[in-house]
């Protein structure tokens, strides 16, 4: 399986994704204000688990917010996990 594609930003789905061997990884966000974008929804799918592109979406969403100015609220539970992995290795 090739799992090094690289991450669109999908401004008009609102997502992150990833597409692999026909399948889409992705994260879902909502934009709350001009300041705040709410990660609300990250999916893999059954034939991608255990590859680590949950993480990647997640690296690439995130990063995307910080280059942008705005801050994150981690409504998905995984994305909140990944953050607080991140906020502890610093």
Known sequence: M????????NF?????EVFVDGHRAHLDYQRLD???LDYCHTF???AL?????????TAAALDYARD???EVRPSC???AAYMQRQ???R
């Open 44 to 46: 893999v799918p059954d």
């Open 12 to 16: 008009a789905a609102q997502s992150f």
């Open 68 to 70: 942008n100015g705005f």
């Open 87 to 89: 906020a502890s290795r």
């Open 34 to 36: 001009e300041r705040t």
């Open 49 to 57: 688990r255990g590859q680590g592109l949950a993480a990647r979406v």
């Open 2 to 9: 090739n799992t090094h594609q690289e991450v669109i930003h």
């Open 77 to 79: 539970s995984y994305v």
